[in-house]
């Protein structure tokens, strides 16, 4: 089983930056991939940004150039910089994880989503 949890949603000023964190923990082979998603009230869950192992990061227009991913290996964590955030980035934010269970299979995870809340 594998436990995905991430933190350091909460609320902030238009213009202002905040650091999500999410850690993986249990048993497993790897990390594949390390994504973020978002979910506004009334809105279906968007992809944000996403970092393949050994890639290089992708992200959603709305965020490019303002956000950055990154992932820790050693501490099977990956990060979300979020830099000039709008108001129309307010939403839940979900890690999520496509982990192996070992060379031929792989599993994908969520966490529970932290809130980010954007004030104008």
């Known amino acids: 089983q594998v436990r995905v949890v991430e933190s350091g949603g909460g609320l902030v000023q238009a213009g202002g930056s905040l650091n999500l964190s999410c850690a993986a923990s249990?048993?497993?082979?790897?990390?594949?991939?390390m994504a973020w998603h978002r979910q506004a009230p009334g809105k279906q869950r968007e992809l944000v940004a996403s970092?393949?192992?050994?890639?290089?990061?992708m992200y959603a227009n709305s965020v490019k150039g303002r956000f950055a991913i990154s992932r820790d290996n050693a501490k099977n964590m990956v990060y979300l910089q979020m830099n000039s955030l709008k108001p129309e980035d307010a939403a839940v934010y979900y890690c999520?994880?496509?982990?192996?269970?070992?060379?031929?299979?792989?599993?994908?995870?969520w966490g529970q989503g932290t809130q980010v809340t954007v004030s104008s």
């Open positions: 970092i393949r192992s050994g890639g290089a990061p």
């Open positions: 999520n994880l496509e982990v192996a269970q070992d060379s031929r299979s792989s599993f994908s995870y």
């Open positions: 249990g048993t497993f082979f790897s990390i594949n991939a």
